[in-house]
């Protein structure tokens, strides 16, 4: 189908896959937050044995709000989408649906060391899920293109796994200095708009569809305006 389309002169929309992602990371974001379960207290000290699930909620709000933005900031900057984008965007997605599941059990663990370093391994490949998906955009639009000159060498979407990674073999010796690790990562992504944001757009007169799809010749004669109410007939009327 998507090669009978592309003979066919037609392009894919990137309204529809952004829709779609966005409404993918809201539900995620959503059934996190359902997750938090109010103390059984009404006192502060009922406050505490939360502080490790809410800090563990606050870091996944803050990672899926990063890829959201990012998200943005790389489809607006997009022309047009093709199939491997697709599937690249969904592999982004599956592993971003892992982390309510992560969040949870890291916090709900006291940020034990197993649960810290799985929080890690599906961080991990949710970087190399948007890289991927980051090549994969740059492909289509070609390696001349002003995308591509935005986004230059990408450091940090290379230093960004190497971090993960890192991580997750300091979850079993110290499970702060792994979260450590994943908020340096999660702080480097926070501005996303001064790589994609410049991406020069074909400026010019913009191109409105014609009132006629054939010659001029063929389109009929516009009506002649009406008078307004409560005008006086010109002469000859």
């Known amino acids: ?12 929309h990137k309204g529809r896959l952004e829709a779609f992602s966005d409404a993918v990371i809201a539900i995620l974001m959503t ?18 044995p939360l502080i490790p699930i809410f800090l563990t909620y606050l870091l996944s709000f803050v990672n899926l709000g990063i890829y959201w933005n990012n998200h943005h900031h790389l489809l607006q900057a997009a022309d ?14 599956f592993w971003l649906s892992l982390f309510p599941f992560a969040t949870q ?29 980051q090549t994969v955009v740059v492909a289509e639009h070609g390696p ?11 450091l940090k979407g290379k230093i960004s796994p190497v971090l993960y990674a890192a991580g997750i073999a300091l979850a079993f010796v110290s499970t702060w200095l792994a979260i450590s690790l994943y908020v340096l990562v999660a702080l480097t992504w926070l501005f996303p708009a001064r790589r994609l ?8 007169p913009s191109r409105s569809p014609p009132l006629c799809p054939t010659s001029p010749r063929a389109c009929p004669p516009a009506p002649p305006p009406r008078p307004a109410r409560g005008a006086h007939p010109g002469p000859g009327a």
Do not use: C, K
């Open 1 to 12: 189908l998507a090669a009978a389309a592309r003979s066919l002169g037609l392009q894919m």
């Open 31 to 48: 059934i996190m937050v359902l997750e938090l379960r109010a103390p059984d207290g009404s006192d502060l000290d009922a406050l505490r």
């Open 197 to 204: 944001a410049p991406v020069p757009r074909h400026a010019g």
């Open 80 to 93: 047009r989408v093709n199939s491997a984008m697709l599937w690249a965007n969904l592999h982004l997605l």
């Open 144 to 154: 001349d293109s002003a995308m591509a000159s935005a986004l230059g060498r990408d």
């Open 105 to 133: 059990w890291m916090g709900a663990n006291h940020l034990a060391s197993t649960p810290t370093a799985i929080y890690g391994v599906i961080s991990l490949f949710a970087a190399i899920a948007y890289f991927v998906l």
